[in-house]
């Protein structure tokens, strides 16, 4: 089992930076993928982006590129997505979710994800 704690939200101003934390525990021995996504009020959730075990290979939606970028310290089990230029739209809650395994099964598939965070409340005033 692994619980997965996300941190780091809050409320912003467009233009603004924020960095979110997923801080893993309990069967962090084994080597996991991970992922960021995100669900608006009255959307379905949608992926924003992934990472694989190493770090070397990352994956972002095309609505987030160049303004997100997605790490990890698998030292601290933890992983980060470092938002820049938000924007209104960017308003969600943020999930990040494991999917055991050095790559992503799937790149935007929530489906495929084993574990999931609580979320963590991300507000862009405009």
């Known amino acids: 089992q692994v619980q997965l704690v996300e941190s780091g939200g809050g409320l912003v101003q467009a233009g603004g930076s924020l960095r979110l934390s997923c801080a893993a525990s309990?069967?962090?021995?084994?080597?996991?993928?991970m992922g960021w996504f995100r669900q608006a009020p009255g959307k379905e959730r949608e992926f924003v982006a992934a990472i694989s075990w190493s770090g070397s290979n990352t994956y972002y939606a095309d609505s987030v590129k160049g303004r997100f970028t997605i790490s990890r310290d698998n030292a601290k089990s933890t992983v980060y997505l470092q938002m820049n230029s938000l924007k209104p739209e960017d308003t969600a809650v943020y999930y990040c979710?494991?999917?055991?395994?050095?790559?992503?099964?799937?790149?935007?598939?929530?489906?495929?994800?084993?574990?999931w965070g609580q979320g963590t409340q991300v507000t862009v005033s405009s």
């Open positions: 309990g069967r962090t021995f084994s080597r996991y993928a």
């Open positions: 979710a494991l999917d055991w395994g050095e790559l992503p099964r799937t790149i935007g598939n929530s489906a495929a994800y084993d574990a």
